[in-house]
C-alpha cells in the first residue's frame, strides 16, 4: 500500500511539475511580456517604441531588456496605445540592371551597379521617408547616369573602380538623410544596349580573329620554309665539303702510292684489268715472241672485228711465259 502511495505522489508531483514548468510559467512570462516588463532584442535588431505619436524609447542592444525600467508605467500602455516597431539592421544589397547611360563617343551602353546599405538610423528610417529604400535605389540610379555619362568608353570597358567610387561619392551623404549608410558601391557590368552595334562588333571581331589566325598560319609557313631552305642550304654546303674531300683523299692517296714506282705500275695494271673484265670485251691473248709479227697482228684485228667485242677468243696453247719477279 505504502508502494502504490509513493507512486502516486511521484506521478502527481511529475505532472505538477510538467504544468508548472511548460505552461504556468511560459503563459505567465508572455503576460508580463506583452504587458512591456521585458523585451528579448535580437543581434542586428532594433525597437522603437512609439506611443501617443512620439518615440519614446529606442533599445539597440541585443539581449535581454526592462522597458518599464525606462518608462515606467508607460511601458503598460505601449502594446495598447502605441506600437513597438521592429527595425532589421542587417547589412542588405541590391542590384540595378542596364543603367543607360551614353560614351563620349555616342555609344548607348548600360550600366550595372551593385551595392550594399545598412540602416544606420531606425528613427529616420522610420518617419522621415515613406519609402527610404526606393528613394536609395532613385538616388544611386540617378547618381550612375549623371556621373558616368560622357566618359571615354575605354574607360568604361577598363576603370571600373574609378566610376564606382564616383557614384559612391554622389549617394552616400544624401542616403544619411534618410537613415541609410551606403557601403560598398560596385560597377559589375558594363555592355552595349544596341543590338545591331553588337553585332557590328562581334562580326568586326570575327574578322579581326580570321585575320590574326591567318598571319599566324602564314607566320607559321614562313618560318617553316625558312627553317627548310636554311637546313638544305647547310646540308648542300656539308656534302660539297664531302665532294671536295673524296678527291682530295683519293690524290693524297695516289701521290703516296706513286712515291713507290713498281707499286704504282702494278696497281694501275689490276685496275686496268679489272675494268676489262667488269666491261663484258673479248680478250686477246698474244704471246710475247709474236707481237711483233705483222700476220699475227692483222688476224688479231680481223677477229676483233668479226667478234664485235661479244665473244671473248680463246686462249692460244702455248701459255705466255710468267715474268720474272724482282
Not at 307 to 314: E, F, L, N, V
Amino acid at each position: 500500500m505504502d508502494f502504490f502511495t509513493s507512486m502516486g505522489t511521484v506521478l502527481v508531483s511529475s505532472v505538477v511539475v510538467f504544468i508548472g514548468c511548460f505552461i504556468v510559467v511560459p503563459t505567465i512570462l508572455g503576460i508580463f511580456r506583452f504587458l512591456g516588463f521585458y523585451v528579448i532584442v535580437e543581434e542586428r535588431q532594433c525597437l522603437v517604441y512609439v506611443l501617443f505619436g512620439k518615440i519614446k524609447l529606442v533599445l539597440n542592444e541585443p539581449g535581454l531588456q526592462f522597458p518599464i525600467a525606462t518608462l515606467g508605467w508607460r511601458a503598460l500602455l505601449v502594446n495598447f496605445f502605441g506600437d513597438v516597431r521592429v527595425v532589421d539592421l542587417r547589412l542588405d544589397q541590391e542590384y540595378l540592371r542596364s543603367q543607360p547611360v551614353n560614351s563620349e563617343e555616342g555609344a548607348p551602353m548600360g550600366i550595372g551597379v551593385w551595392y550594399e546599405m545598412w540602416i544606420s538610423d531606425p528613427v529616420a528610417y522610420l518617419f522621415k521617408n515613406a519609402d527610404p529604400r526606393g528613394s536609395l535605389r532613385a538616388n544611386v540610379s540617378n547618381a550612375t547616369v549623371r556621373n558616368l555619362s560622357n566618359l571615354k568608353l575605354s574607360n568604361m570597358l577598363e576603370d571600373r573602380h574609378s566610376m564606382s567610387t564616383l557614384v559612391r561619392d554622389e549617394v552616400s551623404d544624401k542616403s544619411k538623410e534618410w537613415g541609410y549608410s551606403l557601403g560598398t558601391v560596385y560597377v559589375r557590368k558594363v555592355h552595349f544596349r544596341d543590338a545591331s552595334m553588337i553585332q557590328q562588333i562581334e562580326e568586326k571581331v570575327v574578322n579581326r580573329l580570321r585575320q590574326v589566325t591567318s598571319a599566324i598560319r602564314q607566320d607559321g609557313t614562313n618560318q617553316v620554309n625558312l627553317i627548310t631552305s636554311t637546313a638544305e642550304r647547310q646540308a648542300a654546303v656539308e656534302f660539297a665539303k664531302a665532294a671536295a674531300m673524296r678527291p682530295f683523299i683519293v690524290g693524297s692517296a695516289l701521290n703516296t702510292i706513286a712515291q713507290d714506282k713498281e707499286v704504282a705500275e702494278v696497281m694501275f695494271e689490276i685496275l686496268e684489268n679489272q675494268r676489262m673484265l667488269e666491261g663484258n670485251v673479248n680478250v686477246t691473248l698474244i704471246p710475247p715472241d709474236l707481237r711483233g709479227d705483222g700476220l699475227t697482228q692483222f688476224l688479231t684485228a680481223g677477229q676483233a672485228v668479226q667478234g664485235g667485242g661479244k665473244t671473248p677468243s680463246a686462249a692460244p696453247a702455248t701459255p705466255p711465259p710468267i715474268p720474272e719477279q724482282s
